[in-house]
Each structure stands twice: as structure tokens, then as C-alpha cells.
């Protein structure tokens, strides 16, 4: 809901987006809780629907608190300081490949 209204009639896609990660990011403090642990948070192209101010907030929400994997197609999206600090590793044609920050540059991006 926002201001009352249901999100998914009346919100930006960007809106409803923030909504389900809100909710899935207070799911995971309450996993947290119960466990005793962070859990895994699995992300699949999340970035694809959010504008830069929500991109850059969810990334600095999640940064160190949770072990995250995201899956993208467009890299260059992240923020440089962000990327520095992850692993990074490919897909292409069935075969993983890691990337360390330093040849991070030569990371086909599309």
C-alpha cells in the first residue's frame, strides 16, 4: 500500500520494486533473529528496475549485512566502489570464470 492505495494499481514499477525488497530485507532481519545468522540473499537482475537513487540505496542497505548474490546482465550498472568489494564471476557458453577487482575492466560487459 501507498498513502492507502494498493501499489500494485497505483505505484511506479520502481515503487512496487522497492515495496518487495523492503519486505523480503525485514524477512531476512527476521530470519536473522530466529537463526542467529544472516541469511543468503539471492538477487536476480534486481537493479534492472530501480532508478539510480533506489539502486544505490539497496546496495548500501545490503552491503556488508547479508551474503548476496546477484545476477546481471548489465555490470556497469553497480557502483565501481561496490563491484571493488565483491566477487564477480561470468557466465559464458556453460563456463564460470572469477574476475578480481583489478581486471575488472576487461569484464565483457554488454
Do not use: C, Y
Amino acid at each position: 500500500m501507498i498513502d492507502d492505495r494498493p501499489a500494485r494499481h497505483f505505484g511506479s514499477q520502481g515503487q512496487q520494486r522497492t515495496l518487495v525488497l523492503a519486505t523480503k530485507l525485514a524477512e531476512l532481519q527476521a530470519i536473522e533473529t530466529v537463526v542467529g545468522e544472516p541469511p543468503l540473499l539471492l538477487l536476480d537482475d534486481v537493479l534492472a528496475e530501480l532508478d539510480l537513487t533506489r539502486q544505490n540505496h539497496l546496495l548500501n542497505v545490503i552491503e556488508d549485512r547479508f551474503q548476496t548474490l546477484i545476477t546481471t546482465t548489465h555490470l556497469n550498472a553497480f557502483d565501481a566502489q561496490w563491484l571493488d568489494r565483491s566477487q564477480i564471476l561470468t557466465v559464458d557458453r556453460g563456463s564460470i570464470r572469477a574476475h578480481s577487482p583489478a581486471t575488472l575492466t576487461h569484464v565483457p560487459r554488454p
